[in-house]
């Protein structure tokens, strides 16, 4: 998932009153005057962070695999095998 301006914003700035035309940071409207002067800079730092997170976690998904499968390796090879291999897929993409 692609981690948008918008969102960027109210990571910082949960309540802000904001909206952008898609994302041209340049067009980004404040409704409530951005009384906590967040710049482009903060905006922009806050959307690469929370996108290589997003990264991290995408990756994560795709390696874990379905909940059906999981469940079904845990049935077979046990809880510990699991772990194990969950610890790996973590321990390839920290966070």
Known sequence: MKINIAQAILAIKSNAQVSCSGEDINTIEWYDGNPTNITKEQILDKQSEL???EDVYENRRKDYGA???QLDEIYHD???SWKTRI???KAK???
């Open 51 to 53: 996108q290589a997170l």
């Open 67 to 69: 909940i059906v499968d």
């Open 78 to 80: 046990g809880i510990d």
């Open 87 to 89: 610890a790996s897929i």
């Open 93 to 95: 993409y920290p966070k």
